[in-house]
C-alpha cells in the first residue's frame, strides 16, 4: 500500500490541505476576482506577474508568509506516482513553503526504500512550519530543508538528481533549472508548478536545449508543465 493513503502520512497530508483551503481560500478567490475582472487572458496575466515580481521576489514572496500555495491533493498525488516510477533517490525542490508537496516526495522516497529530498525555503516561519509538518508526517529524516535563496541554498546538491520540483518565485524558474541542470541524472524529471515565466517555457520546449515538455491537464490553467531531461 503507498504510504501517502494510510497512517501518519495521509493524516497530516489531510490535516494540511484543509489548512490549506482555510489559510488561502479568501486570497485565492479574490486573485481570481481581479483576473476576471481584468479581461486578460492567462498569459497575459501571467507575465505581469512575473515582471512585478521580478522587481524584488524577496519582497513579494514574504508577503504571502501565512499562504501554503500548496499543490492540490490530484498534483502531490502525481508527484508520488512521478517519482515512484522514476524510481528517486535524490529529489530537489524549489519552493518547499509549507511542505505539502515535500511529504509526497518524501513519502516516495520512504516507499523506494530511502534517498533523499533537498528543499530550498526563502521565508524563515514556512521553513520551521514545513520541518514540524514532515515530523509529524514521520519523514523528516529523509529531508533537508535549507533556509535562505534558492540560488545560494542549491549550489550544491550533492549528486544526481532525478525529480526537481520548480515551484517559487515564478521569475526565477529558469535560473533554478539551469543552476541544477549539470546534475540532473539521463531521464530526470523536472516538474514545473505555475511555470508561467516565458524564459523558462521557451527553453524546456526548445529541443535543442535537451529537454521534451508539455503542459500538464492536471489542475489545468496553473501552468504546470512536465519536463524530462533527455540529452
Known amino acids: 500500500m503507498a504510504l501517502i493513503t494510510s497512517g501518519r502520512v495521509s493524516e497530516t497530508l489531510d490535516k494540511l490541505h484543509r489548512d490549506a483551503d482555510a489559510a488561502d481560500g479568501d486570497f485565492m478567490a479574490s486573485v481570481m476576482a481581479q483576473f476576471e475582472a481584468s479581461g486578460e487572458t492567462l498569459e497575459q496575466a501571467a507575465a505581469k506577474l512575473v515582471a512585478e515580481e521580478q522587481v524584488s521576489y524577496r519582497t513579494t514572496y ?7 500555495l500548496a499543490v492540490s491533493p490530484a498534483y502531490g498525488r502525481f508527484l508520488y506516482a512521478i517519482a515512484r516510477a522514476r524510481r528517486a533517490t535524490r529529489i530537489v ?3 518547499t513553503s509549507m511542505g505539502i508537496s515535500t511529504i509526497y516526495l518524501a513519502a516516495a522516497l520512504r ?11 526563502l521565508e524563515a516561519t514556512k521553513v520551521a512550519r514545513a520541518r514540524a509538518n514532515l515530523e509529524a508526517a514521520g519523514l523528516a529524516d529523509l529531508v533537508e530543508i535549507r ?25 526565477l524558474y529558469l535560473q533554478v533549472l539551469k543552476l541544477i541542470e ?15 515565466a516565458r524564459d523558462y517555457l521557451d527553453y524546456v520546449r526548445n529541443p535543442v536545449n535537451g529537454y521534451v515538455s508539455q503542459p500538464l491537464a492536471i489542475d489545468e490553467g496553473r501552468g504546470n508543465e512536465f519536463t524530462v531531461r533527455v540529452a
Do not use: M, W, Y
Open 147 to 171: 533556509e535562505g535563496d534558492a540560488l545560494e541554498t542549491l549550489k550544491d546538491v550533492g549528486g544526481a538528481v532525478d525529480v526537481l520540483l520548480i515551484d517559487g518565485a515564478f521569475s
Open 111 to 121: 516507499d523506494n526504500r530511502g534517498g533523499q529530498l533537498i528543499g530550498s525555503e
Open 182 to 196: 549539470p546534475r540532473l541524472a539521463p531521464g530526470a524529471v523536472i516538474l514545473g508548478e505555475n511555470a508561467f
Open 93 to 95: 525542490e524549489f519552493g
Open 62 to 68: 514574504r508577503g504571502h508568509a501565512e499562504h501554503f
